[in-house]
């Protein structure tokens, strides 16, 4: 992949969705490293590391198209490529799209001026030292695009979506727009080893660490799965949000096929019954009392219920583990999580 200027956003469908098929998804993804006299040294990792787990799902099925906008240090300076008319008019188009899902990512320099943040550009000056953040909400706010994700990696982040003419820490965001901040209004976001902290969580997350029992990883599982990993002492990420419908940023592979998940009304006929167990269900004959007959319907339905326990969607009852439940002819029963996931079996929602 090249390592420098604008690419593919021409190239990102402008066709309105149709019935049953696949979502259309763009995505605009910026780093700058190159600024002068204060370059930075992951911005551009970070930004081609998320085009690529973006693009597709674990499975390798295409996801998100991006575009990427990007400013690698050289050793000579060269013209700015992320000016602030360039990085406005990106941001324009890619809100500008006709799909169903939006995505902006930025990682550079932040920082707070009279204006209220603002991402700085190559091309910063005293007087005028970028984008603001409030013009990148606007033009999400502004966009017919029903799903928006943005997210910033860069020092003050956390302003973005707030409304200083109301107070500075109301956010006020239109429905559908989600913001993923690497810090607190306050705060700065740090680098380490080549790539920024923030957007490393945030590509562990989409690597699987987020994934729900279903494979899917939304914008909120991020911000939960990166606030759980940084300490007390470290920056503080911010989430932001107004939707009906929480969609997944990317998709991997899910602990348990929904096949499995649809069978849980046929084991459990409510969601707070019982599933008898009994040594035959125990694949592993030497381990049955003396006169058990195997069964191989139980073999498969056991198979299939360990890996709901590994889920954590049943949980053995009286004992610590499935194999001494089905032996000792105990029961299994739905955990809470297991319970909801049955209601949407039931309900015919998986």
């Not at 953040?133 to 029903?146: G, K, L, P, T």
């Not at 200083?164 to 956010?171: M, P, Q």
């Not at 690497?182 to 590509?203: K, Y």
């Not at 073999?299 to 360990?306: G, K, V």
Request: charged share 25%.
């Amino acid at each position: 992949m090249p390592r420098s200027g604008a690419r593919d956003l021409a190239a990102i469908p402008v066709e309105r969705k149709q019935p049953h098929v696949m979502l259309r998804k763009a995505a605009l993804l910026v780093g700058i490293d190159d600024y002068h006299g204060r370059p930075l040294d992951g911005c551009v990792n970070d930004a081609d590391a998320l085009a690529i787990l973006l693009s597709h799902n674990e499975d390798r099925s295409p996801n998100f198209k991006c575009a990427t906008l990007v400013a690698p240090r050289t050793a000579a300076r060269s013209e700015p490529t992320v000016t602030r008319s360039a990085l406005r008019d990106y941001v324009h188009e890619i809100f500008a799209r006709h799909v169903d899902m939006a995505l902006f990512y930025f990682s550079g320099h932040g920082t707070v001026t009279t204006r209220g943040g603002v991402l700085v550009t190559q091309d910063t000056t005293r007087s005028d030292e970028g984008i603001t953040m409030a013009e990148i909400v606007d033009a999400a706010n502004q966009s017919e695009i029903e799903h928006i994700t943005i997210i910033v990696d860069a020092c003050f982040s956390g302003r973005l979506g707030n409304a200083s003419a109301i107070r500075d820490g109301h956010a006020v965001l239109n429905e559908g727009v989600s913001i993923l901040a690497a810090s607190s209004p306050q705060e700065t976001a740090i680098e380490r080893s080549g790539r920024g902290v923030f957007t490393s969580l945030v590509c562990g997350a989409l690597e699987g660490g987020a994934s729900d029992v279903m494979g899917d990883v939304t914008v909120a599982g991020i911000y939960s799965y990166a606030e759980q990993a940084l300490g007390p002492l470290d920056q503080r990420p911010m989430f932001k949000s107004n939707v009906s419908r929480m969609l997944p940023l990317r998709t991997c592979r899910p602990v348990v096929m929904a096949d499995a998940l649809r069978e849980l009304t046929d084991y459990f006929p409510s969601a707070r019954s019982e599933y008898q167990l009994d040594p035959a269900h125990e694949p592993d004959h030497t381990q049955h009392p003396p006169g058990t007959t195997p069964d191989a319907a139980k073999e498969r339905t056991f198979s299939n219920l360990q890996k709901l326990r590994a889920a954590r969607l049943v949980t053995p009852v009286g004992e610590d583990h499935m194999f001494y439940a089905a032996i000792r002819s105990k029961s299994c029963r739905l955990t809470p999580l297991g319970q909801f996931y049955w209601r949407r079996a039931k309900e015919d929602l998986l």
